[in-house]
């Protein structure tokens, strides 16, 4: 783990470090110290690099968007296009089954991206932007091929299912059920019925 942390160049390695302190203590208690002493390197590293701690915790939160968010649509996209997936709800279903594997793994991190949300009910932070780009471009994707004839009812279906996700990544213990329950094929099958209905 140190000789691969140790192969990245300074800046991913303060990155990747804010990523884990955010995890696991929690965005106000990331401080200047546990990330540099994570990332193996000095406090000023973070100035030299990125001029702020700020500036630090908003590039690690844009690399987890990009990683939670920006590559899910083009993935998605591909399973759609691809001829072994079987059509457009079992592209969907095995984008869930993929999705949930990592949706659950960073709770705080999830926090930390809605925290104006929470705390100020300020939607017009970085994290919440990419959420309703990421809803209106999953419905542009998958709405086309939803069955519900009018688009205001499969703009609903789309928010239902990506409000249960979220609720479940940022709160993944709060309903006391084994994770493999929360992110396993079953969940995967339940969210795409919603979005699809009963297989005839």
């Known amino acids: 783990m140190t000789e691969l942390r140790e192969e990245l160049p300074p800046p991913q390695r303060l990155v990747m470090a804010t990523i884990r302190c955010i995890e696991r203590h929690g965005l106000e208690a990331a401080t200047v110290r546990r990330i540099t002493e994570d990332a193996g390197v000095n406090v000023a590293a973070i100035n030299y690099y990125f001029g702020s701690k700020d500036r630090l915790i908003e ?32 592209a969907v279903e095995l984008f869930f089954r993929g999705y949930l594997d ?16 929470f705390r100020d009910q300020d939607y017009t932070t970085q994290g919440p932007k990419q959420v309703r780009e990421f809803v209106v471009g999953f419905t542009a994707l998958v709405g086309p091929h939803m069955p519900q004839p009018d688009e205001a009812d499969r703009h609903r279906a789309v928010i239902h299912v990506w409000a249960s996700v ?35």
């Open 166 to 200: 979220i609720q479940l990544a940022l709160l993944p213990g709060l309903f006391g059920v084994p994770r493999e329950e929360l992110n396993g094929p079953a969940m995967a099958a339940l969210l795409t019925r919603t979005l699809f209905g009963e297989t005839v």
């Open 59 to 90: 590039a690690a939160l844009a690399h987890t968007i990009y990683e939670g968010f920006g590559k899910a649509l083009g993935e998605l996209g591909e399973l759609m296009l691809s001829p072994g997936a079987g059509g457009a709800r079992e």
């Open 102 to 117: 990592h949706a659950l793994d960073y709770p705080r991190v999830g926090f930390a991206h809605l925290h104006g949300a």
